[in-house]
């Protein structure tokens, strides 16, 4: 069964800061997702990362992914309080019907 | 239309009664998902529709729960005898092709069982 894993779980963080979040999961997958969403509002997609060693960049956010660890980060530069959100890392398997297996989340607070 | 719609965006209903949750995926998408979405258990996938094939149902939690899909479209999300364990909000999503593009996810229905 495949799990998927992100740390940390809530992350308070200050403005200008750097910080990562980390996706881990357990079996071979074909593709990786980062989605966010905001309170009481939907998921918006954010990066899809194919391929070992894919890196993706958009404003602060960067995302990677390495397939041999089973791990991508996304990597959070100079954060600024509209990054305030959850962020959900979402694994997918063709194999599964192409159905995401979603992360716990890691709920963001960036302060003033 | 330019997103995926669902209705209602909020159902309350007393335990025990039938409610329906309805998704109108992105014009031309073929593949829909349902997830749902509770405090303590995440995200979970539901059922699964792409094009005319069999639906995959393997994440429906109990046989209270089904869902179709009318012409390849708008879906339905059915469940029975609510019970108080099945308030969360439930998500539809919908991909141009199975696997080959990020699904693009409604604003949800958030169903509260009292």
């Known amino acids: 069964e495949l799990k998927v894993e992100q740390n940390p779980l809530f992350l308070s963080m200050q403005e200008g800061k750097n910080y990562t979040i980390y996706c881990n999961y357990s079996?071979?997958?074909?593709?990786l997702y980062w989605y966010r969403q905001d309170p009481g509002k939907s998921l918006e997609s954010l990066f899809v990362?194919?391929?070992?060693?894919a890196v993706k960049q958009e404003g602060r956010l960067m995302a990677s992914l390495d397939t041999k660890a089973r791990l991508s980060t996304l990597h959070i530069t100079a954060a600024v309080h509209d990054l305030s959100a959850t962020y959900f890392c979402?694994?997918?398997?063709?194999?599964?019907?192409?159905?995401?297996?979603f992360g716990e989340g890691t709920q963001l607070t960036v302060n003033p | 239309g330019a997103g995926v719609s669902q209705s209602p965006s909020n159902k309350v209903t007393e335990k025990g009664k039938d409610v329906e949750l309805r998704c109108d995926p992105i014009s031309g998408h073929t593949a829909l998902y349902w997830y749902r979405q509770s405090l303590g258990q995440g995200l979970e996938f539901l059922i699964y529709?792409?094009?005319?094939?069999?639906?995959?149902k393997s994440g429906l939690p109990s046989d209270r729960f089904s869902a179709e899909r009318t012409g390849g479209s708008v879906s339905t999300l059915t469940i029975q005898r609510t019970q108080q364990e099945d308030s969360a909000v439930y998500l539809c999503?919908?991909?141009?092709?199975?696997?080959?593009?990020?699904?693009?996810f409604g604003q949800g229905t958030r169903l509260t069982v009292v």
């Open positions: 079996t071979t997958s074909d593709r």
């Open positions: 999503a919908s991909t141009f092709r199975r696997g080959r593009t990020e699904a693009f």
């Open positions: 529709f792409q094009g005319n094939s069999a639906p995959d």
């Open positions: 979402a694994v997918e398997k063709e194999t599964s019907g192409s159905r995401l297996t």
């Open positions: 990362l194919l391929s070992n060693g």
